[in-house]
């Protein structure tokens, strides 16, 4: 517990600007003794008398709690009801400046012999207000006794290990995504799509008849924000389990999911890097090997694309996928002739964009975020590049034709969701959107998966409940993989391996006439 007592009450050599005793959050509320003697058969003890000294309590002095046990007397410092004297000399851990020492401290009485009781006069608390306290040596903590304390805690979780798991009331699990920045606009929608399903999933039972419930932090897309907010998951809502996306913060919260033993499922990350990042971190989203190699060896082998040019983000997005794209498109045949990266932060593209255009290429692959390729488009189509453009799902959004209006004309995406023509419950949904909130969902594949995300974690959960096993991050995963694959809602089937990677059928579409229309199924 943080002390309350101002910095100045006692000096700033003398009093700390946050109490670090190792036993502070164990009791609560500190006290700062003033005056403390020992009894000695009715005669104020003559080692008393000896000038008093500051304790060393300071911020930033390390030490453990053994370590003060072994300190000589002179340095204690006082918890309600909790203390424990280092010999028979126990000094204050502060003294104000001008206090003058406590008088009949001999005139004691009590239960016990007098030489085993302890006066501290003059303490204060974190109100600042002064209190006489009388302690007998039975209410201090002896070392002896806090050793066998914790000898018997040891035991206690012993015990409760090897005892039958409870299962929960409520079973727990997170969900990490950007509702504030600038790819806010399609978390958010991603959010709305998973809480439709974990309000579903409650309405007929929940996980046998308990509820789940779905925690939700903002990431903002940065890596940074991303470590705070699954940190937050995992060491205090301890969660099993957590969902999240965009590839660099994927990337960046994977060793808190491993080190913790955690699942980290990524649902829309699409590096291939992904499946490297630990025993703890899978993906139900078909990664850049999948869609993107699909979309380079059909613009060869249908498009009949012979050079092309690949524009990126400098990321964790955009360079491994650029990649695949780049090997792909020249194994299948082509050649690939310009090459080009773009900053994160960049609002202007002309320099990558005027080499694209000496490079003269057939078709253009754009490979970057949802918020910054119709940027890129734009300007791409201001410089007189009116090539073919393919991309990712990322660029597979209603806003993009708003945004673009006539210049979107002839982009084709990746999907891979089955469409609203593929799938009768897709429909259905889409169609929710357009009730419930006037529009189309920004980025509708991403809002599938998500959507079907909590389908999936109360399968492996309900399960794990049946046979009583602990909502575990350990028994989360081992449970997953037993499970292995699961039917969802939007997405279809999906099998979760030891390879860390799924495949699905990828979907093309192509802006016609201002809309997105179904094309093509890529292999």
Known sequence: MICQLPVDRFGAESHPSRCRHPLATQVGECFHATWLQTVDKGRVDARAREPLRPALHRRGREETADEHTKEPAGRHHFLRGKTRPCDRRLWPTHRPEGRPIAEGAGEVTGDGPIEEQYLIRHSYDNNATEVDHMMTRSDLCSRRTALMAGGAAMLLMTLSATAPAQTPATYKFGLAMPLSGSQALYGADQVKAAQWAVDAINAKGGINGKKLEMITLDTQADPQVGINAVNRLVSVEKVPVFITAWSSVVRAVAPIANDNKVVELSIGANSPDVAKLGDYVYTTFPLADVDVAAVARYSVEKMGKKKAAVLYINNDTG????????????????????????????????????????????????????????????????????????????????????????????????????????????????????????????????????????????????????????????????????????????TGSVTVSDSHTVSKPVYLVEVKNGKWAPKDIAK
Do not use: C
């Open 319 to 490: 360079i491994v996928a650029a990649g695949v794209y780049r090997d792909t498109f020249a194994k299948a045949g082509g050649q690939v002739v310009a090459y080009e990266a773009y900053d994160p932060k960049a609002t202007d593209f002309t320099g990558a964009l005027l080499k694209v255009r000496s490079a003269q290429p057939d078709i253009i692959h754009l490979h970057g975020l949802v918020g910054d390729m119709p940027q890129v488009v734009a300007q791409m189509r201001q410089l007189g590049l009116n090539q073919p453009i393919t991309s990712y799902s990322g660029l597979y959004n209603p806003k993009v034709i708003e945004q673009l209006g006539q210049a979107a004309e002839g982009i084709i995406a990746t999907s891979l969701a089955p469409g609203v023509g593929d799938l009768p419950a897709v429909a259905e949904y889409v169609e929710r959107w357009r009730k419930e909130e006037k529009r189309e969902p920004n980025g509708l594949p991403y809002t599938q998966y998500l959507h079907d995300a909590p389908y999936m974690v109360a399968a492996i959960l309900t399960s794990m409940d049946k046979k009583g096993l602990a909502p575990t991050g350990e028994n989360f995963r081992k449970e997953m993989l037993a499970l292995a694959t699961f039917d969802l809602p939007l």
